[in-house]
């Protein structure tokens, strides 16, 4: 059989095959003529290019260029179309898209009519094939309108094709929604933007609902507002009609805002077959812009009639004349009560501006002039006002056609610069005359001067003052600063702050003035503007003031208050350094005793000498200060180590022990150093102070001419001592006090009538408290005359009933502090008014003082040891031969006993100093009327020595251990 022959059996099937095809292809074409007429009907321009050429656009792209037809777009190259600018981005584009089959992203371009006109368009495109080729599909929006709006809106054209799946793709990629519904009012195709734009479910879109069922879904669920307050009134009244029931007539566009706040523009269009097409376009940025359009159109209109100016348009042809709002404020009328035109405006006009207008106008010319002037002009009411007017005049043929200009009324500016010239010859008059110096300079040199600064600088007149270099004047050490205060003012233009500078005369004399410049224009050019205030004699009074308040008088050292600002400073310097300080208190010792004999003249010599000593031991970075009478303080700086201060202390003690020469005597004195170290002992001032004072009261404890650092065991101490002084505040009034008595035995006879008071402190926490703990506290404190007087009045109260049971002629030793003896208010009652009440003679007691007492010139110390000695009390001297005291004092005063101080005794041997010492002061005090008692004899051995050396009494334990009056009363009978 031939092959090429068809079977007959195959006729059946090849008809049906071709009645499918073509029932097919009906279908396919209708589907295809359906989504073209919905493309035809798309506000978005659709092109499609190929080879750089258009082979298709639809009815939109051919109002967006400017054609009659398609067919005058198709062929043309779309680079004529395009903005020689993108030109490049264009051809970059449609590569990607045909070659490499790569959508391109929404862009703004620039398009050209076919006019030459340009137009703002959003651009996006997808490679289709038509005609069975790859070709660029390109959807197109004007968006012109918002663009000179001043909008980002955008808008992408929709890319369509021939084929349903180009629609589809076109459909997807617009950035409108888009829905059709058929002739039964269903929804049967829609784009995913609608979806997103109304918020809709993507079942119920695909359900083919109605648009009212659509319209109802939205309304129950709230889209168009509670009460429906988000469409505009028409369509609200639609709404209503279809959530009731009804049917109602579509409205074809509207304005309504979704529930996320977009606002978007519907638009209906009934399609010839009885369906409807139906668009969502976001024009919320558009709305948006319209909206701030009319804010900036308000704020215009606002901002001219503030700044009171207008725009007036005059046509010399058709004599019509065009004013703003603004020029009628100016010439205060309004458009009811005057129409201006070409020949009423000259009203406004004075005659000689008319006749400057007149000889503008016969200047005829070519080209167009620009006019910019300030003239006098009349209100509409007659009032003379300054507008100035600046604008174009155009001529042809020789005759003005048209004038364009804008106007301001500056009237107040023209009398404010009046009342200014005026103000300025009236300050002028002022700053020449006025009593504060007043220059102003440029460039370094004086243009002006005033009176004032002339007689300042010494000049005979303000005129000799012109042309002075500023530089010449100053003082050297202010040129940088003064310089680069002056660099500031000229570059920022602002006022410098008041300053201190000092200056010369022209004779050179030193001058302090206080200077303030300012920017200011001078003649027309900028210069500096300085007003200043003679404040020499202030300068003066402030460092005397200042020396007077910072530094010591006699010795002009940095007082107290100096030091402690500088160590301040000292110690945030040594933080930031990471570096040590030494802190030294250092007290002269027996400086009272040279002040109270060689009087405070020579006393202030000996201060001004050790002041000089002690800054010739340290550097001149390091601080001597004088903290008040005999008390100084040294602050040595950047210590690496606190050791390498022992040779500054050695030197400070080697040069205060040498000789001080006062006139003509010669004297001798040391000192006692304290030291404390930052930041080991302490940080903060106060404690490095009282570090520094605990160290120095442990140096003249130790002995004096020495110097001592502080330790955490001298903090302790001190507390202890603090504690001390608070509990000796109530021991008193506690009874926690008791007197003990140790007999004094006559040497030659052994005989025992004299017995020493001893004071002992019970404490209840701590026990028995040494005298020698308490004693200077109490001193210190005051509370010694309380306790002396207590102790005095129990021991005379011992001594009464002694006087009676042991021996009448008993006496007792009372210790007398010197500050008891310095006691403003002394007892009570006299030691002697005390024992005539009692009825005790004056040899009942004898008062011990110390060596130091005597020193004191006090004519109060005079008169008590006098009437003492007036009243038959015996006075003994206490540690005889450790103080400083001069012999002559012996016969100064009465002075009954001299008791021999136990570091003589202790060692006493045969043959010894000590032995030998003790001998000279027994020789001594007995030519001089005295008797002699030893203290301290603990051996059989040293009271043979004294015996044999003519010592008349001796106390020790050798003897007996103060014991309670009980006991002593016992311990003498049985001797006995």
């Excluded at 490049?88 to 089959?101: C, Q």
């Excluded at 020029?327 to 205060?332: E, G, K, L, P, T």
């Excluded at 106007?407 to 009342?419: K, L, Y």
Aim: proline residues 4%; contains cysteine.
């Amino acid at each position: 059989m031939n092959k090429d022959t068809p079977h007959s059996s195959d006729q059946p099937a090849t008809a049906a095959q071709a009645d499918f095809g073509e029932r097919a292809e009906a279908a396919l074409k209708e589907i295809e003529d359906s989504y073209r007429t919905m493309i035809e009907w798309l506000p978005e321009a659709i092109n499609v290019h190929r080879d750089g050429h258009l082979i298709y656009v639809n009815p939109a792209a051919v109002r967006m260029f400017g054609a009659t037809s398609a067919q005058e777009l198709i062929g043309k190259p779309i680079l004529a179309l395009v903005h020689p600018d993108y030109h490049e981005a264009t051809l970059a584009r449609a590569r990607n898209i045909i070659e490499k089959g790569l959508g391109s992203p929404r862009a703004e371009l620039k398009y050209l009519k076919l006019d030459g006109t340009v137009i703002d368009v959003e651009v996006q495109g997808i490679q289709i094939v038509f005609d069975g080729k790859p070709s660029a599909l390109v959807a197109m929006h004007d968006i012109s309108v918002r663009k000179q709006a001043d909008t980002a809106l955008r808008e992408l054209n929709l890319q369509l094709g021939e084929k349903s799946s180009i629609l589809e793709t076109t459909l997807d990629s617009i950035s409108q929604g888009i829905c059709m519904f058929d002739a039964d009012g269903r929804l049967s195709t829609f784009n995913p933007r609608v979806r997103d734009l109304l918020a809709l479910p993507e079942s119920l879109l695909k359900g083919r609902p109605t648009l009212q069922e659509i319209t109802l879904f939205q309304a129950q669920r709230g889209d168009f507002g509670s009460d429906k307050n988000l469409l505009d009134e028409p369509t609200r009244r639609y709404i209503a009609t279809v959530t009731a029931g009804h049917q109602g007539d579509v409205p074809t566009r509207y304005l309504r805002t979704t529930a996320q706040g977009l606002i978007l523009e519907v638009n209906t269009q009934k399609l010839p077959d009885g369906g409807m097409v139906r668009t969502f376009t976001d024009v919320t940025s558009y709305i948006q812009a319209e909206a701030a359009r009319e804010r900036s159109d308000a704020l215009l209109q606002a901002t001219q009639a503030i700044a009171r100016v207008g725009c007036a348009e005059s046509d010399f042809v058709t004599g019509t004349v065009f004013w703003t709002e603004g020029v009628y404020r100016i010439f205060d009328t309004s458009p009811e009560e005057f129409t201006p035109t070409t020949r009423n405006i000259g009203r406004f006009l004075p005659p000689q501006s008319k006749d400057e207008l007149k000889a503008f106008f016969a200047e005829a010319s070519d080209e167009p002039r620009t006019h910019s002037q300030e003239q006098e002009m009349l209100t509409f009411k007659g009032q003379r006002i300054w507008v100035f007017t600046s604008g174009t005049t155009i001529w042809e043929n020789g005759r003005v056609v048209k004038r364009v200009s804008v106007m301001q009324d500056i009237t107040e500016r023209i009398q404010a610069q009046a009342a200014l010239r005026e103000s300025e010859d009236r300050y002028r008059t002022i700053i020449e005359w006025s009593p504060e110096p007043i220059t102003v300079h440029r460039n370094g040199l004086i243009i002006f001067a005033n009176n004032a600064s002339a007689r300042v600088f010494g000049a005979k007149s303000a005129q000799d003052m012109i042309g002075i270099v500023i530089r010449d004047r100053l003082h050297p050490d202010y040129h940088a600063f003064v310089a680069a205060r002056l660099k500031d003012v000229a570059e920022l233009g602002t006022t410098a702050p008041l300053v201190e500078e000092k200056y010369f005369k022209l004779d050179g004399t030193p001058i302090d003035l206080e200077v303030q410049t300012t920017r200011i224009v001078y003649n027309g050019v900028p210069a500096n503007l300085s007003v200043m205030r003679d404040i020499t004699d202030r300068k003066k009074s402030e460092a005397l003031i200042r020396q007077q308040a910072f530094f010591d008088a006699l010795t002009g050292l940095p007082n107290r208050r100096m030091l402690r600002d500088r160590l301040e400073q000292e110690i945030k310097k040594s933080r930031r350094d990471e570096q040590q300080l030494g802190i030294l208190f250092i007290d002269l010792d027996h400086f009272k005793e040279v002040n109270d004999t060689l009087g405070h003249d020579s006393g202030d010599l000996l201060l001004i000498e050790a002041a000089r000593r002690i800054q010739s031991c340290v550097r001149e970075s390091d601080t001597v200060a004088r903290m008040g009478g005999d008390e100084f303080t040294v602050v040595l700086t950047d210590l690496s180590e606190p050791n390498c201060m022992e040779r500054i202390l050695q030197e400070i003690l080697f040069s205060l022990a040498s000789v001080f020469q006062l006139g003509n005597e010669q004297v001798f004195v040391s000192a006692s150093i304290g030291i404390t170290v930052y930041p080991t002992d302490a940080q903060e001032v106060e404690d490095l102070f009282k570090n520094a004072d605990q160290a120095l009261y442990v140096a003249k404890g130790a002995g004096r001419n020495r110097f001592s650092f502080f330790t955490p065991a001298l903090q302790e101490a001190a507390q202890t001592r603090l504690r001390l002084a608070n509990d000796l505040r109530t021991g008193l009034a506690d009874q926690q006090f008791r007197v003990v008595y140790q007999p004094i035995v006559e040497l030659a006879s052994g005989r025992i009538h004299k017995a020493e008071a001893l004071i002992r402190w019970q404490h209840p926490t701590r026990g028995l408290v040494s005298p020698a703990s308490f004693i200077p506290i109490a001193e210190t404190s005051g509370l010694i005359v309380d306790i002396g007087e207590w102790v005095f009045q129990q021991a005379t109260r011992q001594v009464r009933e002694w006087r009676t049971s042991l021996d009448p002629k008993f006496q007792i030793s009372i210790n007398k502090s010197p500050v008891q003896f310095h006691h403003e208010g002394r007892e009570k009652q006299s030691w002697i008014r005390q024992l005539e009440t009692m009825g005790l003679p004056g040899e009942a007691i004898v008062v011990e003082i110390t060596e130091g007492l005597l020193l004191n010139t006090s004519s109060s110390v005079t008169e008590q040891l006098l009437e003492l000695s007036d009243a038959g009390i015996q006075v003994s001297l206490d540690d005889f031969g450790t103080g400083y005291s001069s012999l002559s004092y012996l016969q100064k005063f009465d002075i009954d006993f001299i008791k021999i101080d136990q570091s003589f005794v202790r060692h006493l041997i045969p043959a010894s100093t000590d032995l030998a010492l003790c001998k000279a002061i027994i020789v001594m005090a007995h030519e001089l009327g005295m008797k002699v008692i030893a203290e301290g004899v603990e051996t059989a051995e040293q009271r043979a020595l004294l015996t044999a050396a003519g010592c008349d009494y001796g106390q020790g334990y050798l003897f007996a251990r103060p014991m309670p009056a009980q006991d002593f009363e016992a311990f003498v009978k049985k001797i006995f």
